[in-house]
Structure formats: C-alpha cells, structure tokens
C-alpha cells in the first residue's frame, strides 16, 4: 500500500537553527498538509498546499514557517529561527484530489523535533 | 469554529470486552467525520470515515462508529478488544463550503489511550 514518507523520524537542533521537515506524499497525491503535536496536546493543522501554492494556513504558521515543493515528490516544511515551543511532533499528509470521496488524509509516521 | 470533544484521555479495558470511545463535535453543519488510530512510533492510520448515508459505518480492525446528528457525536465501537487494539484514537472532523467541497483541514480531539489488560 503506498504511503508518506517523513525524515528525519527525530530532529535535534539548537534554537535558532533553521530546520526542514522533509515528506514524500503519495505519488498521485494533489493536496499536501502539515500538522503538529506538542506532547500532550491537540494535533494541530498547520497549513495546507494546493497547485504549488499555500491553500489555508493557521495563526500558528506565522513567518518562520514556510512550505515549499521542490520538485514532483518532495513536499517540505522550513522553520527558519526554530524556538523552545516548536518542539513537537511534525505530521505531514497527503490526499487524492478535491472530490468528497476522496477527501481522505493520509499521514506519515512524524518527525519529532527537539529543539534545545 | 468547529471543535471535536473527546471526553476520556484514558481508558482501559479486559481483552475481549467491548469498547467505546465517545467524540461529540461542534459544526453548524454535518461534517466530515473520522477517526485515525495512533500505534507507538506509527503515523496516524484511518479506521473509519462517515461521509453521508448510512449512520453506522464499519472500519478496518473490526472497528464501527455511528453518527448520532442529534447527540452531534461520532462514537468508535468494538465488540472485542484486542491487546493490538492498545493506540491512542484520534477523532476528527473537516470542513466544507457550501458547494460542498473542502480544503481539508482536519480538526482533531484531544485523543484517548487505550490499554488494554490481558
């Protein structure tokens, strides 16, 4: 069964490092997503891409967030001055197209980011 | 805004006993419902979706859930747990416009830990 890949599964970096979360979605996969988990806590949309643009995004995905797609299977989260409170577990997911029957996320195993 | 309650944080149950786990959502509308399983170190995988139709939708694992509009609940059943079944369940909701379509954003509950006694 095809699925979303995410590396690293375990980040460490100082604060203030830049990161990228790095997600491969499933090949025919139109809408990609990315959402966190403070430990403890909600999972947590963050934003969602669309067409190679920014589709809907929350107050959490301020200017230090940013997505990109590279090329035509990477999918990438860059957080660009990480803090103590980005520390989290990172999911990236991906579905088919817009269509209700399809309106199905798939999720990748997580990053989890450790920021000290 | 939409918001999914998930009352319990933790349960635990005998193998072989019966399980539910409750999900009450806010919408002005019917949502799209799920509910995703969490296995330690696994991502987040679907048992079950509701759409439209038949309020009482089957999943993988032996999992089903019912949709209750009155009671604006989502609720997950099992008839007989298994020591696999021990994840944590997620349950969520995404939105739609009123043509009917939606972005996708998924809006999760707080999640319960399910374990299970041999």
């Known amino acids: 069964e095809p699925e979303v890949t995410q590396t690293p599964s375990h980040q460490v970096t100082q604060m203030g490092q830049e990161v990228i979360l790095r997600c491969v979605p499933i090949s025919n996969h139109l809408y990609f997503y990315w959402y966190r988990q403070i430990l403890g806590q909600k999972v947590e949309f963050l934003v969602s891409?669309?067409?190679?643009?920014?589709?809907?995004k929350s107050e959490i995905f301020d200017d230090q967030f940013s997505v990109e797609r590279p090329d035509g299977s990477n999918f990438t989260l860059k957080i660009r001055s990480t803090k103590l409170e980005d520390s989290a577990m990172y999911f990236c997911?991906?579905?088919?197209?817009?269509?209700?029957?399809?309106?199905?996320?798939?999720f990748g195993a997580g990053t989890r980011l450790s920021v000290l | 805004a939409q918001s999914v309650t998930q009352p319990d944080i933790h349960i635990t149950v005998s193998e072989g006993a019966s399980l539910e786990l409750r999900c009450n959502y806010s919408?002005?509308?019917?949502?799209?419902l799920f509910w995703y399983v969490q296995s330690p170190g696994q991502g987040l995988q679907l048992l079950l979706k509701?759409?439209?139709?038949?309020?009482l939708v089957q999943g993988i694992k032996g999992f089903e859930a019912e949709f209750k509009r009155s009671q604006s609940s989502f609720n997950l059943r099992k008839p007989s747990v298994h020591w696999s079944d021990a994840a944590e369940y997620f349950c969520a909701v995404v939105s739609r416009n009123a043509g009917g379509t939606s972005y996708g954003k998924l809006t999760f509950g707080q999640g319960t830990i399910l374990t299970v006694h041999p």
């Open positions: 509701y759409f439209s139709g038949d309020t």
């Open positions: 997911a991906s579905r088919e197209r817009l269509a209700v029957a399809k309106n199905i996320q798939y």
């Open positions: 919408y002005g509308a019917t949502p799209y």
């Open positions: 891409f669309y067409n190679n643009e920014i589709s809907e």
